[in-house]
């Protein structure tokens, strides 16, 4: 519906963007991003008609916009400018019915029951209905805000350009306003073009991007595609990492702070206290952990480190709940612990410190093996046959990327596996090696500081030391295990 081809334009002499293209369909988002001072008001410009393009064309619905009336581009494409200051003391009603200006006929037309729909579910789908009566005067930023979409909205448009428009807006109006938007493109055909300086809140609801830089096209495409991590650093100059949204397949970009984390800590077997109840450690700073733990699991950072025991005829409803509160009993925040369970007793725990010249990492097993399933044929048995658990964490003194991190839990339960076979443990009800058993938990904790590692494979240096530190300490708590059966 919207065809800007080879476009060119700025202010006088100076030429600010430079053969834009694009075609846009209807009902579709396309969010424009671009540093500070990269173009992208004076391209809406162009785009409404406000400035006229010193090269190129761009056409709507088939004409080019110059061969539009004002009042028939007014009909069509309504504009929310950023930042608007209003000097009138107009009320939010009259404020909006001035949207429906382009549909009326002459100056003395009547207002029609169509005027008066569109006015009040404009208002009505913007939060604003409550102030009609109110002057926008006495509004804040975030409610004028919204009464000027009311009034674009009340405009009824099939394209609406908008220029950063949730600046002034809270968390709850930005998603309010978004989703209003993102359900028009269907419910009113409508298609939107809006500048985003939030990275994020553009990939989330736009379907492509256009990201610009000193007034050039560097990338038109889906946001996986544009917001790619060296794409994003070389053009905004800052470093950043980019990371799936939790609920859809749309990039999120974090901003990476000139200075990480502060401190060179180390985590030692030192740290690490151990009574009957718990092993615990406090780490001295936040660690990134990725664990299978009951609370603190999945990817996070945390500074409160427990592998709780529990009687073998544990049962809770709510072992999260549980466990929060054990932790908080404790006088861990919650929040920022990484807490397991085990029937096992705890003391029995195994800690040893592995170290190259480059590395240094700290591995805490617990194990008890009652459980022991053999994972090819567990498909066999219907209940676990009684508790037992093995709980390993592993603590990195260095800084893993993400792939480490899932590698290292790779290698991790590769050595489990093997420590198993060492001590012969077989799944009672097969009768066949066990490679685990029900209930087993993994952590891995880095300090994020210090070295980088890239890789935790088996045969790279770490890989190493996980491999061999994971098979001695879960083949001596294993030893463990079964002393303290014997004497039973
Ligand atoms: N009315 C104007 N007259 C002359 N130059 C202008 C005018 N408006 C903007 N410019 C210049 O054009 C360039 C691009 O400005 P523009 O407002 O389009 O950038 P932007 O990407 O929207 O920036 P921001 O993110 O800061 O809002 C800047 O160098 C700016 O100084």
Not at 297 to 316: I, S, T
Request: charged share 20%; aromatic share 6%; glycine share 8%.
């Amino acid at each position: 519906m919207l065809n800007v081809t080879g476009v060119s334009g700025g202010y006088g002499e100076q030429i600010v963007v430079k053969n834009i293209s694009f075609h846009l369909q209807q009902q579709e988002i396309l969010g424009i991003l671009g540093p500070n001072g990269s173009g992208k008001t004076t391209l809406m410009k162009l785009i409404s008609g406000l400035l006229p393009p010193q090269e190129g064309t761009i056409s709507f619905k088939g004409l080019k916009l110059s061969d539009y009336s004002s009042k028939q581009l007014a009909k069509e494409i309504a504009v929310l400018p950023q930042l608007h200051s209003h000097a009138f003391d107009y009320t939010v009603r009259e404020t909006v019915c001035m949207g429906r200006y382009p549909h009326q006929k002459g100056m003395f037309a009547p207002w029609t029951e169509q005027d008066e729909k569109a006015v009040i579910d404009a208002m009505e789908q913007t939060g604003v209905l409550q102030f009609e009566k109110h002057s926008i005067q006495d509004l804040s930023g975030g409610e004028r805000q919204r009464v000027f979409l009311a009034q674009a909205l009340a405009q009824e448009p099939k394209l609406l350009l908008l220029d950063e428009p949730t600046n002034h807006l809270d968390l709850s109006y930005q998603k309010q306003l978004l989703d209003l938007l993102k359900e028009w493109t269907t419910s009113h055909e409508l298609t939107v073009i809006s500048i985003f300086h939030d990275l994020n809140v553009a990939s989330l609801y736009c379907d492509r991007l256009l990201l610009l830089h000193h007034g050039e096209t560097v990338k038109l495409a889906s946001p996986g595609a544009v917001l790619k991590k060296e794409t994003v650093e070389q053009v905004y100059q800052a470093r950043i990492h980019t990371q799936a949204h939790p609920e859809l397949p749309k990039p999120q970009v974090t901003l990476l702070p000139k200075h990480g984390q502060s401190g060179d800590d180390f985590i030692t077997k030192d740290l690490f206290h151990i009574s009957s109840d718990h092993v615990h450690l406090t780490a001295p700073q936040p660690l990134k952990t990725l664990s299978s733990a009951v609370i603190g699991p999945g990817l996070g950072w945390h500074r409160h480190f427990v592998n709780r025991h529990v009687p073998m005829d544990y049962q809770c409803d709510d072992s999260y709940q549980d466990m929060c509160n054990y932790a908080g009993e404790w006088g861990w925040n919650p929040s920022d612990t990484v807490g397991m369970m085990t029937a096992v007793m705890v003391e029995d725990v195994v800690i040893k410190e592995f170290k190259t010249q480059e590395l240094s990492i700290v591995i805490a097993v617990t194990a008890g093996v009652g459980n022991a399933v053999d994972v090819a044929l567990a498909h066999e048995r219907e209940h676990p046959s009684s508790i037992g658990t093995i709980n390993i964490w592993l603590f990195v003194n260095g800084k893993l990327s993400d792939e480490a991190f899932i590698q290292a839990m790779m290698t991790v339960t590769e050595a489990k596996v093997k420590a198993l076979q060492h001590a012969d443990v077989k799944d009672p009800l097969t009768n066949t090696l066990a490679t685990g058993t029900a209930t087993d938990s993994v952590m891995v904790a880095a300090t994020q500081s210090g070295n980088s590692v890239q890789y935790a494979g088996p045969i790279t240096d770490l890989g190493k030391m996980i491999g061999k530190g994971v098979v001695l300490c879960t083949t001596e708590a294993i030893q463990q295990y079964s002393k303290r059966k014997k004497h039973l």
